[in-house]
């Protein structure tokens, strides 16, 4: 059956308003573990009503019928912001001010789906900042502590006291082993996939390590072997 010509159809639209993706700085993939992500009024701190979707690859979006979404679009301006969180990561947000913007949202006309019915029409934010797209959020690790023990490489059991242990290059973060060989960083070492470090002493040949840190653990830990000389 065909339709007259004069039939339209009107259809309630949810549009996603704002999406993006968030990442891991360090390794520019997914963040590792749960992410959060959440849209908050900055304006009285509450999160703002928008129904949201967070995916394993980081991506996200901000959708809801664009006559509640932004109600006073027209007239005002919306003060919002971006958090994304995760374990072990500190958080990143991003500040969006949003409108005002007259005759928004606006009626939007589509092509009919079916021939012989009228062209479907529905409200989008088209202007006032909106729809924002491709919005990127970078999460930085939380650095890590370290921790460990200097040992001979001829015996695993024994302890080399006074080694420096130092992390490269030249004029990094250094420490020296107790007694007993054990060593700790007294701050957090730079955020970084390899952290190379180097174990000295006099009677020992100097040995080096691509220590690769665990940022899941606040504090990480190695053992370093040095050969007598």
């Not at 092509?111 to 930085?140: H, K, Q, S």
Request: glycine fraction near 8%; hydrophobic fraction near 45%.
């Amino acid at each position: 059956m065909t339709l007259p010509p004069t039939v339209r159809s009107v259809t309630l639209a949810r549009q996603a308003v704002i999406w993006g993706r968030v990442t891991d700085s360090l390794t520019h993939a997914a963040p590792r573990g749960a992410l959060r992500v959440r849209l908050l009024d900055r304006d009285t701190g509450e999160p703002y009503p928008l129904a949201s979707a967070v995916l394993l690859d980081g991506s996200f979006a901000f959708h809801g019928p664009p006559e509640r979404a932004f109600p006073r679009l027209a007239e005002r301006a919306y003060h919002l912001r971006i958090e994304a969180s995760g374990p072990r990561y500190a958080p990143a947000i991003a500040d969006l001010d949003i409108g005002p913007a007259a005759g928004q949202p606006a009626l939007v006309t589509a092509p009919p789906p079916t021939e012989g019915v009228g062209a479907l029409r529905f409200r989008l934010f088209t202007g006032g900042g909106l729809p924002i797209a491709n919005l990127a959020l970078a999460l930085d690790r939380l650095a890590v502590r370290l921790e460990g023990r200097v040992v001979r490489s001829t015996d695993p059991a024994a302890g080399v006291a006074g080694a420096t242990v130092q992390h490269t290059p030249p004029g990094g973060p250094s420490t020296a082993t107790d007694l007993a060989g054990y060593f700790v960083f007294p701050d957090p070492l730079p955020v970084s996939l390899a952290l190379p470090l180097e174990a000295s002493k006099a009677g020992f040949d100097p040995a080096t390590l691509a220590f690769a840190p665990d940022y899941d653990l606040a504090v990480n830990q190695v053992v370093i072997r040095l050969k007598p000389s």
